[in-house]
């Protein structure tokens, strides 16, 4: 099947877009080798914290985007945040739960790039890259439910370069006292 997301380049300056934001399409063993590179210089620890920094905010800005882009607001800017990495080759994306009091999620993934790129059994769950993203995309929709300051924490708990059947990450959200 052809790919689910458009993508429009621009004749004059080859630059690749897609809903208005510029995009790169590389090799994926390009992206993990990278990856690969800086955990072992920084150290997982340190590159872990960078990574959610970075892919944090990134998604929250993506979620803001699409928001006014598509005209969505709730759940579902999240849901469609999940299903704009599937239909890019991330891996495939599945929102398990969502706690009604939005204390707590459960994401599943499926076929995820570095499970993919993992060469034997993974000691260590190698998609951590991905919960900054949960974190950014969760937080532009608790903000924009009028939920904050939030302490949103996840962590990859099962994958499936360790042999697990998918990758599970756990969300847990702290609503903070100034809750209203
Ligand atoms: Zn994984």
Known sequence: MKPSVDIDVDEESGIWQTDGLPMLY?????????????????????????LTEAGAKSAYYWCQKQTQTYDMSGLRVFEHYLERLTARGWGQFRLERIDEDFGGAEITLKNSIYALES???????????????????????????????LDIECREVECEAMG????????KINHGAGTH
């Open 26 to 50: 590389i090799p994926r063993h390009f992206m993990v080798n990278v990856h690969r590179e800086v955990e072992r210089t920084l150290g997982l620890s340190a590159y872990r914290q960078v």
């Open 119 to 149: 060469r034997g059994a993974a000691d260590h769950p190698t998609c951590y890259m991905f919960e900054g993203f949960f974190i950014g995309g969760l937080r532009y929709v608790a903000e924009a439910r009028g939920l904050k300051p």
């Open 164 to 171: 697990f059947d998918r990758c599970r990450f756990e969300i």
